[in-house]
T-cell receptor, first 114, second 108 residues
Framework: NAGVTQTPKFRILKIGQSMTLQCTQD?????MYWYRQDPGMGLKLIYYSVGAGITDKGEVPNGYNVSRSTTEDFPLRLELAAPSQTSVYFC?????????????FGEGSRLTVL | RKEVEQDPGPFNVPEGATVAFNCTYS??????FFWYRQDCRKEPKLLMS???SGNEDGRFTAQLNRASQYISLLIRDSKLSDSATYLC?????????FGAGTRLTVKP
């Protein structure tokens, strides 16, 4: 199993550009999450999904959009990139609630907006 | 107010020391709690879950006080390899909220 795979690993964007961060998992997990981590800070929840076709906002959803058309994929879209979106983005998944609660993370996508 | 708050540190301790990290959470509906470890520029990884009765995993002990909404992590006999950032996590109904992390450096 590959686990959680994120692409790209690194990206530089210009202000106003758009892009999609891809996330896919092969563990058949229902729950998927997108977090961002600014330097020296903890993880802030952007969006999450409890299953295909269901998404919900987290703490910092502004400037982002997500979709969940399949169990495996949970892409994160930045429509008009701003310098404040420079961060490391982590995608994570877990089977559901009630279990051990372990989140399985991807290796992260480092985004710089100039 | 942040939903999960931690002392950011840094904690600089010698090998063999005992060190304790504290964490508080504000949402009384939080159901489960965890400690994650994050190495520099890496993804977080689960260190241990935190149970109401307290639990131990080798040199690591976690405690939960629901009345005070307080979680702790104790590391005994610190090793150089324990140097990392430790993240406190509170699980709500469907999502998980992270604290800002406490950085630990263990020195020879």
């Amino acid at each position: 199993n590959a686990g959680v795979t994120q692409t790209p690993k690194f990206r530089i964007l210009k202000i106003g550009q758009s892009m999609t961060l891809q996330c896919t998992q092969d563990m058949n997990h229902n729950y998927m999450y997108w977090y961002r981590q600014d330097p020296g800070m903890g993880l802030k929840l952007i969006y999450y999904s409890v299953g295909a076709g269901i998404t919900d906002k987290g703490e910092v959803p502004n400037g982002y959009n997500v979709s969940r058309s399949t169990t495996e994929d949970f892409p994160l879209r930045l429509e008009l990139a701003a310098p404040s979106q420079t961060s490391v983005y982590f995608c994570a998944s877990r089977p559901g609630t009630g279990g051990p609660g372990e989140l399985f993370f991807g290796e992260g996508s480092r985004l710089t907006v100039l | 107010r942040k939903e999960v708050e931690q002392d950011p540190g840094p904690f600089n301790v010698p090998e063999g020391a005992t060190v304790a990290f504290n964490c508080t959470y504000s949402n009384s509906a939080s159901q489960s709690f965890f400690w994650y470890r994050q190495d520099c520029r890496k993804e977080p990884k689960l260190l241990m879950s935190v149970y109401s009765s307290g639990n131990e995993d080798g040199r690591f002990t976690a405690q939960l006080n629901r009345a005070s909404q307080y979680i702790s992590l104790l590391i005994r006999d610190s090793k150089l390899s324990d140097s990392a950032t430790y993240l406190c996590v509170a699980e709500r109904i469907n999502d998980m909220r992270f604290g800002a992390g406490t950085r630990l450096t263990v020195k020879p």
